[in-house]
């Protein structure tokens, strides 16, 4: 089976830096994906990971380790805006494009 | 026109009622889903259609009826509901290969009274 696990809240002050991790068990791994959702909005694509390594887009970067079952979400410079749950979901080689989520992270940033 | 739409934005239904979902995608994808969002509760994959063709049903209740007649729409038709069904229903796309990261419509909150 495919399990997700992820904190289900973090708090942190304006300009820290934070870092949400994400452990995962599946049996075909084929792509880690970050989402942002802001309360009452839909989900918003951050970023990708499927080979090993960091991917950095601007205050946000992705680490994925496969053979751990690892990833993590790091935010840098951080923003009252950035005040969202962060979703991590994979996908598995059996389901196609489909993507199994985890719980989410509430990340709450106060000034 | 923005990426995923969907309609009504809120839905309040009797147990009795039939009513629809709709979403519509405008942005060239050829892969369709379907989620529920609950409290405390991670997200769901109800449905996927790829090129129109329903490749995943996730042990949804068939009192859920998705169709997808076009790659650029999906519907969710729902009958005799039940209370618990009460949820945030999220619509997707995506392509149909490669990273295929998924993009969302604002979802449609759906009342079970």
């Known amino acids: 089976g495919q399990n997700i696990d992820q904190p289900t809240e973090m708090t942190a002050t304006e300009g820290a830096i934070v870092q949400i991790n994400c452990t995962y068990q599946?049996?075909?791994?084929?792509?880690l994906f970050w989402y942002q959702q802001h309360a009452g909005e839909a989900p918003t694509f951050l970023s990708y990971n499927v080979l090993d390594g960091l991917e950095e887009k601007g205050r946000f970067s992705s680490f994925l380790s496969r053979s751990k079952g690892y990833s993590y979400l790091l935010l840098k410079e951080l923003q009252m805006k950035d005040s969202a749950s962060y979703l991590c979901?994979?996908?598995?080689?059996?389901?196609?494009?489909?993507?199994?989520f985890g719980k989410g992270t509430t990340l709450s940033v106060s000034s | 026109e923005t990426g995923v739409t969907q309609t009504p934005r809120h839905l309040v239904m009797g147990m009795t009622n039939k009513k629809s979902l709709k979403c519509e995608q405008h942005l060239g994808h050829n892969a369709m889903y379907w989620y529920k969002q609950s409290a405390k509760k991670p997200l769901e994959l109800m449905f996927v259609?790829?090129?129109?063709?329903?490749?995943e049903n996730n042990s949804v209740p068939s009192r859920f009826s998705p169709e997808c007649p076009n790659s650029s729409h999906l519907f969710l038709h729902l009958h005799t509901l039940q209370p618990e069904d009460s949820a945030l229903y999220l619509c997707a796309s995506s392509q149909a290969g490669g990273r295929a990261e998924q993009y969302f419509g604002p979802g449609t909150r759906l009342t079970v009274t």
């Open positions: 979901a994979v996908r598995d080689r059996q389901a196609g494009t489909a993507l199994i």
């Open positions: 599946t049996s075909g791994f084929n792509g």
């Open positions: 259609y790829n090129f129109k063709e329903q490749t």
